[in-house]
C-alpha cells in the first residue's frame, strides 16, 4: 500500500472519531505545551537572576596588592605599596575583556557638619566607580574626569552619612562638610544600597575624586585596590588572566617572581547562583516531561480502546485484501498524525503560553529553539513507541475472530 | 462449461481444543464453475461456516487441496492470501460491515485501497460504477446511519464487486433483512449472475438456494447432496407476488 493511501486511510479513520482524536491529542498537547513553557519559565529566571548578579556587580574584578617577601619577612598586602595610576591607565588601554576600572584610595575621618560629627570612610575613586560598584545618583551629580584632573573639592555622600550629618532631611546638596580639615562640597548622594553580604553598610560613606584623596590628604602615589568590571559575568576568567600579564608587565617582573599583586573575581558566587537557576530550569523541565509522557500514555490507551472498539473493521480490511502489515501502519500512522498534530498544536500554545505569562505576571520568560525542537522530537517519538504496541496487536488478529467480534 | 473458478479435493479442516480434536469437515469435494449461482446449505455445526473461511481464504485446510482461479491456497503465505482475498473475491456479509460514519461511496472504495497500482481518479471511477450496478447511484454520500438495512446491503454487495473478483461469496446475506428485501437482494444476485458473476451463496434459508442453480447441502462436515435446480427461481416474479406493503 502506498504512503498516501495509507495517510488517507488514516485521516479518514480519525475523522471519524474526531472528539477521540481531539482528546487524545490534548494529552500531548498540554504535554509539549507545558514543556516549552516550563522550560522559558526556568530559563527566563536564570537570565533575570543573572541580570540581578550583574546589577549586583558580579562581573566584578579586584586587585589588591598582594604580599610579598622582603629580606625573609612577610609583609601585609595592604601596606605594600604596588598599585598606581600606571597600571590603571594600562589595563585601561589594553585589556579587552575589561569595560571599566578604577583606583580606589580610601582612608578614614571624621566628617563634620555644624555642629554634628560622624566617623566614617573616605573613598578616593574615578567616575568609573560608580559603573562598576553599580552605584547610582539619587541626588545631584557625580564628579567627572575633570574633577579628577583638578583634584576638586567635591564628594558624593552615602545615606548613612546623610541620616547622621542631615538628620532634619535638608537636602546635602550644595551644602560644605569637613573631612578632617579638608572642607568638601557635597554634589551629589548615592542611592541606598543596604548592607552588603558580610554585613558591611556599604552606605557609611564618602566618595570623591581619587586625586583629591591623594594629594590632599594622604599624599601619596599608591592605591589600596584596584576595581575593574569584565564586559560579561562569562569573560571574568579571561579577564583576570589579562590583568595578571598586564600587572606583569607593569611591574616589571621577571617570569621566576611571584605575583606583587592579587585578582579577585565573583565567580565562586556566580557559579553558586547559577546552578540554582540551573536546577530549578532542570526541575521543571523534569515536571514538564512527565506530563508529555502521561499524554504518550494516553495516545497508547485510546489506541488499544480503539482497536478493540474497531475489531470487526480490521476483520473486515483484513477480509478484503488488507496484510498485517497495512493494518500495523495504519494504525501507527494514526499514533503519528495524532503525536505530531498535538507536537504542532502544544508548540504554538506553549510559546503563546510563554507570552502570556510574561504579559500577564511580569515574569521573564525565555523560549528556547532547543526545548521546541527536542519536545517536538519527543512527542513524534512517543506516538511512534506508544502507538506500535496497539497497532502491532491489531495486525496480528485472526481475521476470522476479528469479524465475528461483537 | 470446464472453466473452473473453484475446486475442492477432499477438503479437511480439523480444529484442536485442549486434548480434543474437532474435525470440523472430514473431506469435502466439489467444482465450481465459472458463472455458477451455488448454494450452500446446512444447518448449525453442518462444517458450513468453516467451509466459508475456506472458500475465502481467511483459514487454510488441515489436508485436501482447494484451488481459486487454479491457484493452490494451501501454499500461501498470509500476506499472498490477503492479496488473493483483494483481487479474486468480493464478501458480502450478513451484517453488512460497513465502516460507520463513512459515505457509501468511501466504504465501497476501501477494498481498492489495498491495490497499490490503482490512482484515485480509477479507485472512484470503480466505486461509482460498482454503486451504480447496485442502483445506488444517488446514495453515494450518505452514511450507512441514512441508508436502510437492504440499501446498505448493497452497498456492502458494490463493494465485493469494486475489484472485479472471480467470485462474490455471501455470508447468510440475506440473514438480517425482511423477507421482501431479502428477495430485492436475491434479484440483484440474479442480475450479476447473469452479467456473468460466480456467486457462491452459504445460507439455512430453502427458500433463497431456489433462487440458485445449483445446491450443495451439507450435513456433518460431509457433502450429502449436490443438486442442480432444473427450475430455478426468478426473484423479480417473487417480489411482484409478494401482496403490496401494508401501510399502516
Same mark, same amino acid.
Given at each position: 500500500m502506498s504512503a498516501i493511501n495509507l495517510i488517507r486511510i488514516a485521516f479518514r479513520a480519525l475523522q471519524r472519531n474526531k472528539l477521540r482524536a481531539f482528546l487524545t491529542m490534548l494529552g500531548i498537547i498540554i504535554g509539549v505545551a507545558a514543556v516549552i513553557a516550563m522550560v522559558a519559565i526556568g530559563e527566563g529566571s536564570k537570565e533575570s537572576i543573572q541580570?540581578?548578579?550583574?546589577?549586583?556587580?558580579?562581573?566584578?574584578?579586584?586587585?589588591?596588592?598582594?604580599?610579598?617577601?622582603?629580606?625573609?619577612?612577610?609583609?601585609?598586602?595592604?601596606?605594600?605599596?604596588?598599585?598606581?595610576?600606571?597600571?590603571?591607565?594600562?589595563?585601561?588601554?589594553?585589556?579587552?575583556?575589561?569595560?571599566?576600572?578604577?583606583?580606589?584610595?580610601?582612608?578614614?575621618?571624621?566628617?563634620?557638619?555644624?555642629?554634628?560629627?560622624?566617623?566614617?570612610?573616605?573613598?578616593?575613586?574615578?567616575?568609573?566607580?560608580?559603573?562598576?560598584?553599580?552605584?547610582?545618583?539619587?541626588?545631584?551629580?557625580?564628579?567627572?574626569?575633570?574633577?579628577?584632573?583638578?583634584?576638586?573639592?567635591?564628594?558624593?555622600?552615602?545615606?548613612?552619612?546623610i541620616n547622621n550629618l542631615f538628620p532634619s532631611g535638608e537636602s546635602p546638596v550644595g551644602k560644605v562638610i569637613r573631612l578632617n580639615a579638608i572642607p568638601l562640597q557635597v554634589i551629589g548622594t548615592l542611592v541606598p544600597k543596604g548592607q552588603s553580604s558580610f554585613g558591611q553598610d556599604q552606605d557609611d560613606i564618602i566618595l570623591t575624586p581619587y586625586t583629591t584623596v591623594q594629594k590632599r590628604i594622604l599624599a601619596t602615589i599608591y592605591f589600596q585596590s584596584i576595581y575593574a568590571s569584565a564586559v560579561s559575568e562569562g569573560a571574568s576568567a579571561q579577564a583576570t588572566d589579562e590583568i595578571t600579564e598586564i600587572l606583569r608587565e607593569t611591574h616589571r617582573l621577571r617570569p621566576t617572581d611571584e605575583n606583587n599583586f592579587q585578582v579577585r573575581t565573583m565567580e565562586e558566587l556566580i557559579k553558586t547562583l547559577s546552578s540554582t537557576s540551573s536546577l530549578l530550569t532542570v526541575l521543571l523541565t523534569a515536571i514538564a516531561?512527565?506530563?508529555?509522557?502521561?499524554?504518550?500514555?494516553?495516545?497508547?490507551?485510546?489506541?488499544?480502546?480503539?482497536?478493540?472498539?474497531?475489531?470487526?473493521?480490521?476483520?473486515?480490511?483484513?477480509?478484503?485484501?488488507?496484510?498485517?502489515?497495512?493494518?500495523?501502519?495504519?494504525?501507527?500512522?494514526?499514533?503519528?498524525?495524532?503525536?505530531?498534530?498535538?507536537?504542532?498544536?502544544?508548540?504554538?500554545?506553549?510559546?503563546?503560553?510563554?507570552?502570556?505569562?510574561?504579559?500577564?505576571?511580569?515574569?521573564?520568560?525565555?523560549?528556547?529553539e532547543s526545548s521546541i525542537v527536542l519536545s517536538f522530537m519527543v512527542c513524534a517519538l512517543t506516538g511512534v513507541f506508544f502507538g506500535y504496541y496497539p497497532a502491532q496487536a491489531a495486525s496480528r488478529l485472526d481475521p476470522i475472530e476479528a469479524l465475528r467480534y461483537e | 462449461m470446464n472453466n473452473k473458478i473453484l475446486e475442492l479435493q477432499q477438503i479437511k479442516r480439523e480444529f484442536v481444543m485442549g486434548t480434543e480434536t474437532v474435525r470440523?469437515?472430514?473431506?469435502?469435494?466439489?467444482?465450481?464453475?465459472?458463472g455458477e449461482f451455488v448454494t450452500i446449505m446446512g444447518s448449525s455445526g453442518s462444517g458450513k461456516t468453516t467451509l466459508l473461511n475456506l472458500l475465502g481464504c481467511l483459514d487454510k485446510p488441515t489436508a485436501g487441496n482447494y484451488l481459486l482461479d487454479g491457484v493452490d491456497v494451501g501454499n500461501l503465505s498470509r500476506n499472498e492470501l490477503a492479496r488473493l482475498r483483494n483481487r479474486k473475491i468480493g464478501f458480502?456479509?450478513?451484517?453488512?460491515?460497513?465502516?460507520?460514519?463513512?459515505? =457509501? /461511496? !468511501?466504504? %465501497?472504495?476501501?477494498?481498492?485501497?489495498?491495490?497499490?497500482?490503482?490512482?484515485?481518479?480509477?479507485?472512484?471511477?470503480?466505486?461509482?460504477? =460498482? /454503486? !451504480?450496478? %447496485?442502483k445506488l447511484a444517488d446514495r453515494l454520500d450518505h452514511t450507512p446511519s441514512q441508508l436502510s438495512g437492504g440499501q446498505q446491503q448493497r452497498v456492502a454487495i458494490a463493494r465485493a464487486l469494486v475489484n472485479q473478483p472471480v467470485m462474490i461469496l455471501a455470508d447468510e446475506a440475506t440473514g438480517n433483512l425482511d423477507t421482501r428485501t431479502s428477495y430485492e437482494i436475491m434479484s440483484l444476485m440474479q442480475d450479476l449472475n447473469k452479467e456473468g458473476k460466480t456467486i457462491v451463496f452459504v445460507t439455512h434459508e430453502p427458500d433463497i438456494a431456489a433462487f440458485s442453480s445449483r445446491t450443495v447441502m451439507l450435513r456433518d462436515g460431509k457433502v450429502v447432496k449436490d443438486t442442480v435446480n432444473e427450475n430455478v427461481r426468478s426473484a423479480r416474479e417473487a417480489l411482484e407476488s409478494l401482496p403490496p406493503a401494508d401501510d399502516y
Open positions: 541580570s540581578q548578579l550583574s546589577a549586583m556587580g558580579s562581573n566584578m574584578i579586584t586587585i589588591l596588592p598582594s604580599s610579598n617577601v622582603s629580606g625573609g619577612v612577610r609583609i601585609e598586602g595592604a601596606s605594600f605599596q604596588t598599585l598606581t595610576i600606571v597600571d590603571v591607565k594600562a589595563i585601561q588601554r589594553n585589556a579587552e575583556h575589561v569595560s571599566a576600572v578604577s583606583p580606589v584610595s580610601s582612608t578614614k575621618g571624621q566628617a563634620i557638619y555644624g555642629a554634628l560629627n560622624w566617623p566614617t570612610s573616605l573613598q578616593g575613586v574615578a567616575p568609573s566607580y560608580f559603573d562598576i560598584r553599580k552605584l547610582e545618583i539619587a541626588d545631584g551629580v557625580s564628579f567627572t574626569d575633570a574633577d579628577v584632573a583638578t583634584a576638586a573639592k567635591v564628594c558624593v555622600l552615602g545615606q548613612t552619612v516531561g512527565i506530563s508529555l509522557v502521561i499524554g504518550g500514555i494516553g495516545i497508547m490507551n485510546i489506541m488499544y480502546v480503539s482497536v478493540t472498539e474497531r475489531t470487526r473493521e480490521i476483520g473486515l480490511r483484513m477480509s478484503i485484501g488488507a496484510r498485517g502489515v497495512d493494518i500495523l501502519l495504519q494504525f501507527l500512522v494514526e499514533a503519528i498524525i495524532i503525536s505530531v498534530t498535538g507536537g504542532i498544536i502544544g508548540v504554538v500554545l506553549g510559546v503563546t503560553a510563554a507570552k502570556v505569562i510574561t504579559l500577564a505576571l511580569g515574569w521573564p520568560t525565555i523560549v528556547s | 470440523a469437515l472430514k473431506g469435502v469435494s466439489f467444482d465450481v464453475h465459472a458480502v456479509f450478513q451484517a453488512y460491515n460497513l465502516l460507520p460514519r463513512t459515505s =457509501a /461511496l !468511501e466504504n %465501497v472504495e476501501l477494498p481498492l485501497f489495498y491495490n497499490p497500482s490503482l490512482t484515485a481518479s480509477e479507485r472512484k471511477d470503480k466505486a461509482v460504477k =460498482a /454503486l !451504480e450496478a %447496485v
